[in-house]
């Protein structure tokens, strides 16, 4: 028997959505079904020609795994209406038996976005319209009609449904001290990449994320806080490679299996992060394998000798 963990942390890899990647994308998923793991998150930027839609490809993969969870890591909401990305999202629970989560951004590449039809926003007006979003997925979600008047969407008469297999997750992709706040306030956690966001501005957001929730009269402790790790699994000493983890500006991690464990360790204590995406540079499926395989069942023992 593996030893038991704190529920809270949780381990997954990350599958591209390339047309020409799918058997590869396959494998990695049945990696972390395989091998215990916790989640499954697959990227989302329709404006890329060599990408296939991110929902088609999670309800793929859903027939595809037993017991792994799926998320789309995080939905592009300009390009996704709320109240059709609310079905969207309970249709893939429902087929997966209660697997999904909503991992859900504001938007970046704007340019790219516009050039679908997409809208052009501001920080402040993206921000608003994914706080207005959240409230109406939540509303779709509870199954009952409903209108909704907003500054960003307007639905005069939505009859939602299915409902959900369980209660999904609502994990926001944002990075700005002003933004996290919205994760506190009203969503379920958080998804941040270390490619954007240096292990030390966590604490910081973090921070903000547990005020947030406070003020709201929720529970900080019941947030997913989710960092998508980049980098290398390597073989030989941990020495070097301890050089190439800086913390206080966005990079990958390069090192052997034991770095990996303690890196990963140190964010989860020293920082607050409970969730943790791994996002391979190099061979992605021997690359995953590795972190299912020497990386996690080495981190969940630390994790539990110390719990």
């Given at each position: 028997m593996p030893p038991t963990v704190p529920p809270t942390v949780r381990f997954g890899l990350n599958v591209d959505p390339h047309a020409a990647g799918l058997p590869v994308a396959e494998r990695i998923a049945r990696i972390a079904d395989d091998a215990g793991l916790d989640l499954v998150g697959v990227?989302?930027?329709?404006y890329l020609a060599d990408h296939l839609d991110t929902f088609a490809v999670l309800a793929w993969l859903a027939g595809r795994t037993r017991s792994v969870r799926l998320f789309p890591n995080v939905a592009n909401l300009p390009l996704r209406p709320p109240a059709m990305l609310a079905k969207q999202a309970a249709t893939i629970d429902v087929l997966s038996g209660g697997r999904f989560e909503l991992g859900l951004g504001a938007g970046a590449f704007t340019d790219a976005i516009v050039g679908m039809g997409g809208p052009r926003r501001a920080r402040g007006a993206a921000r608003a319209a994914l706080s207005e979003a959240v409230d109406?997925?939540?509303a779709s979600w509870a199954g009952r009609g409903y209108a909704h008047q907003g500054e960003h969407y307007a639905l005069p008469g939505v009859r939602p449904g299915p409902r959900?297999?369980?209660d999904i997750g609502v994990w926001?992709?944002?990075l700005g001290p002003r933004s996290v706040r919205l994760v506190g306030a009203k969503a379920d956690g958080w998804s941040v990449s270390s490619s954007y966001v240096a292990p030390a501005r966590l604490t910081e957001l973090n921070a903000a994320i547990t005020g947030a929730a406070e003020e709201a009269?929720?529970?900080?402790?019941a947030l997913v806080r989710l960092y998508n790790v980049a980098g290398r699994i390597t073989d030989g000493g941990p020495d070097g490679a301890r050089e190439?983890?800086?913390?206080?500006?966005p990079g990958a991690v390069q090192g052997p299996p034991r770095l990996w464990v303690d890196v990963l360790s140190a964010l989860h204590a020293e920082r607050g992060m409970n969730a943790f995406v791994f996002w391979p540079d190099g061979d992605r499926e021997r690359q995953s394998r590795r972190f299912a395989e020497e990386v996690v069942p080495e981190l969940r023992a630390r994790l539990a000798d110390e719990g």
């Amino acid at each position: 028997m593996p030893p038991t963990v704190p529920p809270t942390v949780r381990f997954g890899l990350n599958v591209d959505p390339h047309a020409a990647g799918l058997p590869v994308a396959e494998r990695i998923a049945r990696i972390a079904d395989d091998a215990g793991l916790d989640l499954v998150g697959v990227q989302d930027h329709p404006y890329l020609a060599d990408h296939l839609d991110t929902f088609a490809v999670l309800a793929w993969l859903a027939g595809r795994t037993r017991s792994v969870r799926l998320f789309p890591n995080v939905a592009n909401l300009p390009l996704r209406p709320p109240a059709m990305l609310a079905k969207q999202a309970a249709t893939i629970d429902v087929l997966s038996g209660g697997r999904f989560e909503l991992g859900l951004g504001a938007g970046a590449f704007t340019d790219a976005i516009v050039g679908m039809g997409g809208p052009r926003r501001a920080r402040g007006a993206a921000r608003a319209a994914l706080s207005e979003a959240v409230d109406v997925i939540r509303a779709s979600w509870a199954g009952r009609g409903y209108a909704h008047q907003g500054e960003h969407y307007a639905l005069p008469g939505v009859r939602p449904g299915p409902r959900p297999a369980h209660d999904i997750g609502v994990w926001l992709g944002v990075l700005g001290p002003r933004s996290v706040r919205l994760v506190g306030a009203k969503a379920d956690g958080w998804s941040v990449s270390s490619s954007y966001v240096a292990p030390a501005r966590l604490t910081e957001l973090n921070a903000a994320i547990t005020g947030a929730a406070e003020e709201a009269g929720r529970d900080p402790a019941a947030l997913v806080r989710l960092y998508n790790v980049a980098g290398r699994i390597t073989d030989g000493g941990p020495d070097g490679a301890r050089e190439g983890v800086p913390a206080d500006e966005p990079g990958a991690v390069q090192g052997p299996p034991r770095l990996w464990v303690d890196v990963l360790s140190a964010l989860h204590a020293e920082r607050g992060m409970n969730a943790f995406v791994f996002w391979p540079d190099g061979d992605r499926e021997r690359q995953s394998r590795r972190f299912a395989e020497e990386v996690v069942p080495e981190l969940r023992a630390r994790l539990a000798d110390e719990g």
